[in-house]
């Protein structure tokens, strides 16, 4: 079992950046896939990325060309750089290891508005 903690949520205008991050306690390396989901109120958990332990990343069509999800294996830390931020982006954002067993961090929230 590996604790997953983020951090780097809050409020941002549209338009804006964030860069969310997610600690883990243990070692990432033999973890295949980190990724990274969302929930907004009202709405199911949705996958935004995901990367493999050999750096291949996968987005969500709705944030394909403004995040970048990345891992640094050497540090068990995990990042989401958000870009180009709309209020349709607020969400609490999730992280979570997807290995034989899955974990998941505590969230952290973001908000997107002027």
């Known amino acids: 079992q590996v604790q997953l903690v983020e951090s780097g949520g809050g409020l941002v205008q549209p338009g804006g950046s964030l860069r969310l991050s997610c600690a883990a306690s243990?070692?990432?390396?033999?973890?295949?896939?980190m990724g990274w989901y969302r929930q907004a109120p009202g709405k199911q958990r949705e996958l935004v990325a995901s990367i493999t332990s050999a750096g291949s990343g996968n987005y969500a069509d709705s944030v394909k060309g403004r995040f970048t999800i990345s891992r640094d294996n050497s540090k068990n830390t995990v990042y989401l750089q958000m870009n180009s931020l709309t209020p349709e982006d607020t969400a609490v954002y999730y992280c979570?290891?997807?290995?034989?067993?899955?974990?998941w961090g505590q969230g952290t929230q973001v908000t997107v508005s002027s």
């Open positions: 979570a290891s997807m290995g034989i067993r899955w974990d």
């Open positions: 243990g070692s990432i390396f033999s973890i295949p896939v």
